[in-house]
């Protein structure tokens, strides 16, 4: 397997403009976590589902964001508008959720840089 | 809120020390507790991992020490290398729910 595969690796983007990050989860997990990296705040969790049904959305900061998990093999993070202190990294992980936890696996990241 | 606290923030060490990251936990439910490794414009990656039913679990050079009654647990590198220059976070959680992360900890290893 290829592993978790996010795109693009890099958008530089104006600020009010709509952003749209994607993930394509290892196949045959059931769970896909978005998360955000910065200097300040590390890795902070915005929101996760569990076969394709979002379960916690707490960390997701505004109404700007927004998620999707239309089908288990893809998933979108959205920001509209964007604003430059939303520059950071963001990871979409995936793993397979049962009655014990397993290894998160992570992509290479999204850098998004709000100008 | 739940929240996994590490330390130090940063760590320099020379060739072949051991250096020792930190982190307290406070949501008793937890049960897994992995320690990622990050390499410069790379995702995190498992390193190693412990459950609750044992104090110490090593994996080469890596060994993480869990204090149930403390809800603390730390990582140590045996004869750290300078390819071991990294960031590294602590996370923790149950079934079922999503990884709380440490802010991390940066650590250099010199030659």
């Known amino acids: 397997d290829a592993g978790v595969i996010q795109s693009p690796r890099h958008e530089v983007t104006e600020m009010g403009q709509e952003v749209t990050l994607r993930c394509k989860p290892i196949?045959?997990?059931?769970?896909l976590f978005w998360y955000r990296q910065t200097m300040m705040r590390g890795l902070e969790l915005l929101i996760y589902?569990?076969?394709?049904?979002?379960?916690?959305d707490s960390g997701m900061p505004e109404d700007r964001f927004s998620a999707k998990m239309p089908n288990a093999s893809f998933s979108t993070l959205k920001i509209q508008p964007s604003e430059p202190r939303d520059s950071a990294v963001y990871f979409c992980?995936?793993?397979?959720?049962?009655?014990?936890?397993?290894?998160?696996?992570f992509g290479q990241g999204t850098r998004l840089t709000v100008v | 809120q739940q929240q996994v606290k590490q330390s130090p923030q940063s760590l320099i060490v020379q060739k072949g020390g051991i250096p020792i990251i930190n982190c307290a936990y406070e949501?008793?439910?937890?049960?897994?507790f992995p320690w990622y490794q990050q390499f410069p414009g790379k995702g995190p990656a498992l390193l190693i991992a412990?459950?609750?039913?044992?104090s110490e679990k090593k994996e080469g050079r890596f060994t993480i020490s869990f204090n149930k009654s403390a809800k603390q647990f730390s990582l140590h590198i045996m004869d750290s290398q300078p390819g071991d220059s990294a960031t590294y976070f602590c996370?923790?959680?149950?079934?079922?729910?999503?990884?709380?992360f440490g802010k991390g900890t940066t650590l250099s290893v010199s030659s």
């Open positions: 949501n008793t439910a937890f049960d897994y």
């Open positions: 996370a923790a959680n149950q079934a079922g729910t999503a990884l709380i």
């Open positions: 412990i459950r609750p039913d044992v």
């Open positions: 992980a995936s793993s397979f959720a049962g009655t014990v936890n397993t290894e998160a696996f």
């Open positions: 589902f569990n076969n394709n049904v979002p379960i916690d």
């Open positions: 196949s045959g997990h059931n769970s």
